[in-house]
C-alpha cells in the first residue's frame, strides 16, 4: 500500500492549471482580463496557430511594477483582493491569483511591462514554473504577455487539443465575449500574421452590431430596466430570428460574461411562448447589482456565478424580458419598415441609433437605483393594455361577430343587427377602399382573402400578408391570458349538456379537480362511474373541440397537480385553448371580419408571432414591389 505524500510545488501548479487553461482560449482569457483590470484602452492581440503555438497579448494598462514581477508569476498573488470582504465586495475581472502561474506552469511564459513611474520596462522569464531574471527591456507604458508552446510541459494535455483553426474558433468567441463586455476599449487581433479583427472604441449599440452583425442589430429589441440597485439592459432577438444554436447569446453580471443557470432560464420562460419549436434566442443582456448580492467565487474559470436571491433576479429578468418583447407589435414594425424610427440629424449620424444602451462606462457602475424605478425604461413602451371585449371574442359566430369595421360609430348589438340584415355580397364590399395616409393603421386595410389562408392588406408603405389563423390564435391566447388574470377564464354555458364517456382515471380527476376546471372555464358533472356531462366550455373554444381539450387537460391535471398546472402549466393550456379556437384555414371571411382581426393585431402584445412562434404577418414595400415589375426605370 502506498504511503500519502505531499505533491512537489511544480506539479500542484500543474494540476491546478487543468482547471484554468483548459485550451488556449482559457488563457487568452486570463490574460485579457489582467488586461481589462489594468485599466488598458487598447488591446492587441496575436495568436500562432490558433494560439497553440503561440499568444501574445499588449496593452496600454498601468502595468507591474518591478518588485511585483516575481509575485506576479507566483500562485495565489493578486493586487485585487487582501480580505474576505473584498472577495465577498470584489469588482475586478480577475481575483485568484492564478492565472500567470498556471499559464507558466504549462507553457514559455515571457512579461515584458513598465509602469508610469519607470523610468525603462523590465522583463521576466519563466519555463515550466522556472524563473529567470528580472532583466531591463524597452516599452511603453503598458505590459505584454507572451506565451510560447502552450501544454509544451504537460505533452498528454497537448494530445486533447484540436485543430489550429478549431482553437482559433474558440479564442475568436472569447475574444468576442470580452469585446461586447467592454466597448469603451480599442481590439486588434491577428492570427498567423494577418488581421482578422479590429473593433475600434465605440458605444454599446455599435460595439454590438461590430459583434453580432448589422443585422441582429438593427433588428433586436431593445431593453433598458431598473429596479431599485438591479439593472438589466442590453438587447434581446426578435423571436422570428431565433437560432437553432446557443452561439449567441451573451449574459453579463457586473460586466462579466456569465453561464447562468438562472439567467438562461429566465431568458427561455420569457421566450416560451413566442418561440418557435427548438428554436434558442438570441441576446446580449447585461445585469449590474451591489456585488455583495453575487458570490463569483464559484469557479476557477470564473463564468459561473451565485445570487444571494435568485428568486429575486429570476423574477426580475423574466419580467423585463417579457416586457420587452411585448412592444413586437405592427406598430412598432410597421415605423421600423417606413424608416421612421432611424432617422438622420443634420450631421448625418442617426438618431436614437444608440439611445437604447449606456454608454461603456457604465459598464463599471454597479446599478446605484438610479433612473427608473418601476419596470418601464424602455425606449419603446409595449403596446397599449388591451381588454378583450366581446366583439373580439367571437369569430366562431362570423354572422354576428367580427364584423364591425375599424372607426364604426355606434353600439355593437346595433352594428350586429345591422350586419345580420345586409347581403353578404354588401359586407364584402364594405370597407374594401380606405384613403390611406400617413396616419392610417400599421397593418392597414384588408383588401382580400387568399386560398382561404392569407389576409391582404394595403397600408401607407405597402403589401401586408397575414397568416389568419396565426393572427387570431395570438389574439385569443393575449384575451385569455388577460381574462384569467382578472377572473379566471370566461365560460359559455351550453344549451343543451353534453355528455362524454371516460375512463375511470379520468372520471377521478374529473371529481378531485373540479374546482380547477371550473377556473380554467369547465363545468362538469359525472354522471357515472365512466361519464361526464360538460355543461359549459371557456368561451372561444369550439364545442366540438370541447371533448379532445377536456382530455387533455384532465392527464395534465393527474400528472402535475392542480397548482402546477394553474402556474407553470397555465400558458401552456391557454395556447392549446387558443390554437383550438382561432379561426381555421379556408375559412372564407368578410371584408369587415379581416379589419376587424387586423385592428386586433394592432391593440394587442407580441402580435408578431403566434404563441408556436410562428411568424402572424409579414410586409412588402411597395418600393420592392415596383422593382419586381421594374417601374420607374
Known sequence: MKRIQALSPALIAQIAAGEVVERPASALKELIENSLDAGAKEVSVFLDEGGIRGIRVEDDGHGIAKDDLLLAMTSHATSKIESLEDLEHVASLGFRGEALASIAAIADVRVLTRTEEDTQAWRIRSSGGRMGEIEPAARTQGCTVMVEDLYAHTPARRKFLKTPATEYGHCDEALARLALARPEVKWTIHHNGRLTRHWPKASLAARVGDVMGEDFALAALPLDQTIGSLRLYGVVGRPAAAKSSRDAQYAYVNGRYVRDKVLSHAIRQAYQDVLHHEKHPSYVLYLDLDPALVDVNVHPAKTEVRFRDSQAIYRFVLQSIQQALAATSPGASAERLSGRVHTEDQSGRVAGADSWLPTGDSLKSLGSGSGSTGMGGMSDGPAPQWKPTQQTWAMRQPDTHYAVLFGQRGSASAQDERIGQAPESSLRDEGAIHPLHSDSPPLGFAIAQLHGIYVLAQNAQGLIVVDMHAAHERVVYEGLKASYGEQGLPSQPLLL?????????????????NETLKLLGFDLALLGPETVAIRSVPMLIDEQASAELIRSLLVELRDYGASRVLTERRDALLAGFACHGAVRAHRALTVPEMNALLRDMERIERADQCNH?????????????????????
Not at 627 to 633: D, I, K, S, V
Open 613 to 633: 412562434g410562428r411568424p402572424t404577418w409579414r410586409a412588402i414595400p411597395l418600393a420592392e414591389l415596383d422593382q419586381w415589375f421594374m417601374r420607374g426605370e
Open 497 to 513: 349538456p353534453r355528455s362524454m364517456a371516460i375512463t375511470a382515471l379520468e372520471a377521478a380527476a374529473v371529481e378531485e379537480f
